[in-house]
């Protein structure tokens, strides 16, 4: 074999190519959009740099008006306008003209399934339904219960009183042009006709009424459980048309080269929904959508979509880097520190439990609808309420999707049911009513669908996953905490599969939704290699500084180990580390639910744990975490290269959230959507010149992002479209190589990709007589300008940087 070095990056800009036609995705970048840090005009700034990297495409955050102050644009007030803070129509015009100059193109982030109505002044169409009632033009758009047994005498309950003293409150707001009825900073617009009396009679005549958010009242459907947020009617076509206006005339002026779409899940009917929007953007458009499946759960080939955004795809590339050894040592340690194991057995139970107080709780006004759909769609109104409630509460516990109306989910609906009856027979009558109503395919069998999926979401996303703590770094959306990992050989054939079935879906690592980022996430993956000493680690700060509850204390040293500074440095000295790691304290235990929440937030727990979370920073344990820290970090920036690189050259159009082309400790939002510093990630790219260390800079992970973008761009029918051979390795230590090639379909492979699992132990083994057999010709690591041949040790390969992209 051969060496030869030849490592200085490319940065040239591709020749000039306009059209969509002409620009393939072949990578997407993800930029959080908002008026005060990033906007149209600023994209076009970083346009140059994206193209640099190698990126194709940018992907947007939704670009439609939202609510004032809105940081993530999700909360819709006007679905018929580009926001003007973002730079208006002819901002997402000039920076549609920008990157199509460059070559690139746009990808847009659509909000089909709700718009926010938290201030009703901001949406004109709340505020006309408001006013007008169901005589609104507007009232159709929204899923609103206008009923007389409702439980608000056939008003719209809008939830907004925060105590019982409230209404006392409210008063006339004669200000402007209109009088209004105001409660504290919202205005609620009077029903002409009924404004001339005191407020408290003015509100009791009209088409709404204000009631506490603790009365389980609210007879619209929400998204999920959020109030702020009322779901519309997409399967309307007047609706449909005046929500998809802008994105007819993006795709009639080519502005945009695909769509992403926000929760299809709540929507009535997914598939119609998706045929439409397919019909709308056409053929060639790249469609996908954020469907969260199950462990296992496959998508349904039968929808008109290209693929997910990737959530999926995110649990292979971590999970085949955790290592199977350390599952009993972390499983017994949570045992001891947290009073449960966080095993299999307890997720299940959790789960389960945990579901049924969501829906007895938070959802209980989508309940109230479901039981009611039920009845009247069994015609059953006389059935006993109390019973068919538990039966229905029962198998939406059990139910182990989103929702189980999709095509290849036949039969599961029907298998939980034959479970929950085994379980119980005292539900056999009150399950008969809930399957004469789900066949007969009406209101309840959607409502059915859209609760389970909103009980799937609070149950499992946003209570379990902040209540488990053997390994956070499962506890991902998308992900399950209840399998320690995937094998090689599983990873392929999710791969494989992924390459043959869904060519052109989103793969990503971190988006504005996930809990830890890629880098924290990896990091905190390598406490699976170093168990035991984790284990003793945990044991003795408990016993030195002890937390207020074991399983607060286990879950938040696990994601403090995940974000501290590895080069050295207190993390007293961080700027903004300390108050980064407060906020994410009070979010995790208010989600967790256990000791406070959201609704009724427990002072006292909250402040020990804020007291014992400076003692751990100012503290002898704060030094010793920064010690293990520093001491694994290695490892930590080996898996982070790991699952980087076998994302941007794995089947599907890999996408790079914004910022993670270097090293990024980002926890769960808002922490995830921080300002990003573009200008020294561009001037990193450009200072680049040779192999770089795999140092606290992160250097080298822009090194490979670069690399492996650049690769795409060289040789694209390799990637998007084509061939995936598993690659395995021959010796002692054939286990710690994931490989896999890559090629033109019915072709010779072209692109090998190595990279290095379990490095923790090869410290002590080393790669010894491990080696790989290529292909015949010449290959060329792209990271370090080597050339390879015929049967190669992997401990040379390796010996600069821990993964490898060979190319003939």
Same mark, same amino acid.
């Given at each position: 074999?051969?060496?030869?070095?030849?490592?200085?990056?490319?940065?040239?800009?591709?020749?000039?190519? +306009?059209?969509?036609?002409?620009?393939?995705?072949?990578?997407?970048?993800?930029?959080?959009? +908002?008026?005060?840090?990033?906007?149209?005009?600023?994209?076009?700034?970083?346009?140059?740099?994206?193209?640099?990297?190698?990126?194709?495409?940018?992907?947007?955050?939704?670009?439609?008006?939202?609510?004032?102050?809105?940081? #993530?644009?999700?909360?819709?007030?006007?679905?018929?306008?580009?926001?003007?803070?973002?730079?208006?129509?002819?901002?997402?015009?000039?920076?549609?003209?920008?990157?199509?100059?460059?070559?690139?193109?746009?990808?847009? /982030?659509?909000?089909?399934?709700?718009?926010?109505?938290?201030?009703?002044?901001?949406?004109?169409?709340?505020?006309?339904?408001?006013? #007008?009632?169901?005589?609104?033009?507007?009232?159709?758009?929204?899923?609103?219960?206008?009923?007389?047994?409702?439980?608000?005498?056939?008003?719209?309950?809008?939830?907004?009183?925060?105590?019982?003293?409230?209404?006392?409150?409210?008063?006339?707001?004669?200000?402007?042009?209109?009088?209004?009825?105001?409660?504290?900073? !919202?205005?609620?617009?009077?029903?002409?006709?009924?404004?001339? /009396?005191?407020?408290?009679?003015?509100?009791?005549?009209?088409?709404?009424?204000?009631?506490?958010?603790?009365?389980?009242?609210?007879?619209?459907?929400?998204f999920f459980a959020i109030s702020d947020l009322a779901a519309i009617r997409q399967e309307d076509p007047e609706v449909f048309e005046v929500t998809h206006r802008e994105l007819a005339a993006w795709c009639e002026h080519d502005l945009i080269d695909g769509v992403r779409v926000d929760h299809p899940d709540g929507l009535t009917c997914p598939a119609d929904y998706l045929t439409r929007l397919r019909q709308l953007i056409g053929p060639k458009r790249l469609l996908v959508v954020e469907k969260i499946l199950a462990d296992r759960e496959p998508l349904d080939a039968t929808l008109p979509i290209d693929g997910t955004t990737g959530y999926e795809a995110l649990a292979d590339y971590g999970n085949v880097l955790i290592d199977p050894e350390g599952e009993q040592t972390l499983t017994d340690l949570s045992r001891r520190i947290a009073g449960h194991g966080s095993d299999r057995a307890w997720i299940g139970e959790t789960e389960h439990r945990i579901k049924r107080a969501v829906a007895e709780s938070i959802l209980a006004p989508e309940l109230r609808r479901l039981v009611a759909a039920i009845k009247q769609d069994a015609r059953a109104e006389s059935f006993d309420t109390l019973a068919l409630t538990n039966a229905t509460i029962e198998v939406l516990a059990f139910m182990p999707v989103y929702r189980g109306d999709y095509t290849p989910l036949a039969g599961m609906t029907a298998g939980v049911i034959a479970e929950v009856e085994k379980r119980n027979s005292e539900l056999t009558a009150p399950l008969a009513v809930l399957v004469t109503a789900l066949a007969a395919d009406a209101a309840a069998a959607v409502r059915f669908a859209q609760v389970c999926g909103a009980v799937t979401a609070k149950a499992v996303e946003d209570t379990m996953f902040y209540r488990a703590a053997r390994l956070v770094s499962l506890q991902e959306v998308g992900g399950n905490p209840a399998r320690f990992g995937h094998s090689v050989n599983e990873f392929h054939l999710a791969n494989s599969e992924r390459a043959q079935r869904w060519p052109a879906t989103l793969t990503t690592l971190s988006t504005h939704d996930t809990k830890r980022g890629e880098d924290v996430r990896a990091r905190i993956g390598v406490l699976s290699q170093a168990a035991s000493t984790w284990a003793k680690h945990v044991e003795t700060w408990q016993e030195s500084t002890p937390g207020p509850d074991g399983a607060t204390t286990l879950f938040l040293l696990q994601n403090m180990f995940g974000v501290w500074p590895a080069d050295g440095r207190p993390a007293a000295s961080v700027p903004g580390l300390r108050d980064r790691l407060h906020l994410f304290a009070e979010k995790a235990i208010r989600e967790a639910g256990t000791k406070s929440s959201w609704e009724e937030p427990g002072a006292e727990f909250e402040s020990?744990?804020?007291?014992?979370? /400076?003692?751990?920073?100012?503290?002898?344990?704060?030094?010793?975490?920064?010690?293990?820290?520093?001491?694994?970090?290695?490892?930590?920036?080996?898996?982070?290269?790991?699952?980087?690189?076998?994302?941007?050259?794995?089947?599907?159009?890999?996408?790079?959230?914004?910022?993670?082309?270097?090293?990024?400790?980002?926890?769960?939002?808002?922490?995830?959507?921080?300002?990003?510093?573009?200008?020294?990630?561009?001037?990193? !790219?450009?200072?680049?010149?040779?192999?770089?260390?795999? /140092?606290?800079?992160?250097?080298?992970?822009?090194?490979v992002v670069a690399y492996a973008l650049w690769l795409r761009r060289e040789r694209p029918e390799c990637f998007v479209g084509g061939s995936y051979l598993p690659v395995f390795a021959e010796g002692t230590q054939a286990d710690r190589l994931v490989s896999y090639a890559r090629g033109r379909v019915g072709e010779q492979a072209e692109v090998i990709v190595a990279v290095t699992r379990h490095s923790v132990g090869l410290a002590e083994t080393e790669w010894g007589d491990t080696t790989i057999e290529l292909p015949d010709g010449e290959w060329t690591d792209r990271l370090t300008g080597r050339s390879w041949r015929g049967r190669i040790r992997l401990a040379a390969l390796f010996d600069r940087l821990p993964v490898a992209l060979l190319v003939r």
């Open positions: 074999m051969t060496a030869r070095d030849s490592t200085e990056p490319r940065t040239d800009p591709l020749p000039l190519r +306009r059209g969509r036609r002409d620009t393939p995705i072949r990578s997407t970048y993800r930029l959080q959009l +908002r008026p005060d840090m990033l906007t149209f005009a600023d994209a076009t700034t970083i346009a140059e740099y994206l193209q640099q990297l190698g990126i194709s495409h940018l992907y947007l955050s939704p670009v439609l008006t939202a609510a004032r102050g809105s940081t #993530h644009g999700y909360d819709v007030i006007d679905p018929g306008t580009v926001a003007p803070g973002l730079g208006g129509p002819t901002g997402l015009k000039a920076l549609s003209d920008q990157v199509r100059n460059r070559g690139m193109g746009l990808i847009i /982030d659509l909000v089909p399934n709700h718009v926010a109505v938290a201030d009703p002044q901001q949406n004109p169409w709340w505020w006309d339904v408001l006013r #007008h009632g169901k005589d609104s033009a507007f009232s159709r758009y929204f899923d609103i219960d206008w009923s007389k047994s409702n439980g608000a005498g056939g008003r719209l309950a809008l939830p907004v009183l925060r105590n019982e003293n409230d209404p006392a409150a409210l008063t006339v707001d004669r200000t402007g042009a209109e009088p209004m009825l105001a409660l504290r900073e !919202l205005r609620f617009p009077i029903a002409p006709g009924t404004e001339g /009396d005191n407020a408290l009679r003015i509100h009791d005549k009209q088409h709404y009424r204000l009631v506490s958010w603790k009365s389980g009242l609210c007879t619209y459907r929400r020990a744990v804020h007291a014992w979370l /400076d003692a751990v920073i100012d503290g002898p344990v704060g030094s010793e975490l920064g010690d293990l820290v520093h001491e694994l970090a290695p490892h930590a920036w080996s898996d982070s290269l790991a699952q980087k690189l076998l994302q941007l050259c794995g089947p599907g159009i890999p996408d790079i959230y914004q910022g993670c082309e270097l090293w990024e400790d980002s926890l769960v939002d808002p922490d995830n959507r921080r300002p990003v510093d573009f200008a020294t990630r561009a001037g990193q !790219l450009q200072s680049l010149t040779g192999t770089p260390a795999l /140092d606290t800079t992160g250097a080298a992970k822009m090194w």
